[in-house]
C-alpha cells in the first residue's frame, strides 16, 4: 500500500476485555515496529520485527501484551485483560530491509481507550 | 524510558522567525531521525542522519549532529503557522538491536 495502515483507528473497550489492533506496513517493507504513546509523551518502543520473528519484545511492558506477524508481513497487537493504564495510542511502523540506517515511517495509530 | 530528550519542552514564535530545537542522548548511535506529529497522531519523517554526518539540510530545515557531545540540532528556518506541532528526535543505537527511542518532543507554535 501507499503507507503504513492501522486498525482500527478509534477503539473503547471496557477493563478486562481482549483486544487486537491491526498494521499493514508498507509492502516489501521487512521491518515492522510498535510503539505506544501516552499524551504529552514520546512514542514509547514496544517490539520490532525483522520478517516474521520478534527481533527484540523488550519493550512490551508485561505478559498481557503480545504481538505476532506471521507472514512477514500484516502484524497484529494483542492485549489481555485490558486496564485503563493501557490507554495510549498505538502507533505501527515499517522500514525497508534491515536498520539502522533505513527511515521508519508511521501509521497514524490506533488510539485505544479502556473504560 | 526515553533516551532523548529534546529541548526547549515548549517554543512559542511568530511566523517568519527561526526555530532551534535540541536533542541530547546518552549513548552511541548509528543515526538520528528527526519527526513532527500533528495532534498527537502519526509522526511524519523529517530528515535522518548517519552518525559519520554533521550537517544536512532539506529544504528550510536543517539538522546537526555532534557525537561528541551526544546532541542534535533542527532548524526551521522562516516558520509558518503550518509548522506548528510537536518534533520529536529518535535515536538509532549500535547495541545490536534496531529499535528507535524517541525523546519526550518540543512543541512548536508558529504564531500568525
Known amino acids: 500500500g501507499a503507507g503504513v495502515s492501522q486498525t482500527p483507528s478509534n477503539k473503547v473497550t471496557e477493563k478486562g476485555k481482549y483486544v487486537e489492533l491491526r498494521c499493514d506496513p508498507i509492502?516489501?517493507?521487512?521491518?515492522l515496529y510498535w510503539y505506544r504513546q501516552s499524551l504529552g509523551q514520546g512514542p514509547e518502543f514496544l517490539i520490532y520485527?525483522?520478517?516474521?520473528?520478534?527481533?527484540?519484545d523488550s519493550g512490551l511492558p508485561n505478559d498481557r501484551f503480545f504481538a505476532v506477524r506471521p507472514e512477514g508481513s500484516v502484524s497484529t497487537l494483542k492485549i489481555q485483560r485490558t486496564e485503563r493504564g493501557d490507554s495510549a495510542v498505538y502507533l505501527c511502523?515499517?522500514?525497508?530491509?534491515?536498520?539502522?540506517?533505513?527511515?521508519?515511517?508511521f501509521g497514524e495509530g490506533s488510539w485505544l481507550t479502556v473504560v | 524510558s526515553q533516551q532523548g530528550e529534546e529541548d526547549p519542552q515548549a517554543l512559542s514564535i511568530q511566523e517568519g522567525e527561526n526555530a532551534t530545537m535540541n536533542c541530547s542522548y546518552k549513548?552511541?548511535?548509528?543515526?538520528l531521525q528527526w519527526y513532527r506529529q500533528n495532534s498527537g497522531r502519526g509522526l511524519v519523517h523529517l530528515i535522518l542522519?548517519?552518525?559519520?554526518?554533521r550537517e544536512k539540510h532539506s529544504g528550510r530545515l536543517r539538522v546537526t549532529l555532534d557525537t561528541s557531545k551526544k546532541s542534535s540540532s533542527l532548524l526551521i528556518t522562516a516558520s509558518r503557522a503550518a509548522d506548528t506541532a510537536s518534533y520529536f528526535c529518535?535515536?538509532?543505537?549500535?547495541?545490536?538491536?534496531?529499535?528507535?527511542?524517541f525523546g519526550t518532543g518540543t512543541r512548536l507554535k508558529v504564531l500568525a
Open positions: 511502523a515499517s522500514s525497508l530491509n534491515r536498520p539502522p540506517g533505513n527511515t521508519i515511517y
Open positions: 509492502s516489501g517493507h521487512t521491518a
Open positions: 520485527f525483522q520478517g516474521t520473528g520478534a527481533a527484540d
Open positions: 549513548t552511541s548511535i548509528n543515526n
Open positions: 542522519i548517519r552518525s559519520n554526518e
Open positions: 529518535a535515536t538509532g543505537t549500535t547495541s545490536g538491536t534496531y529499535k528507535y527511542i
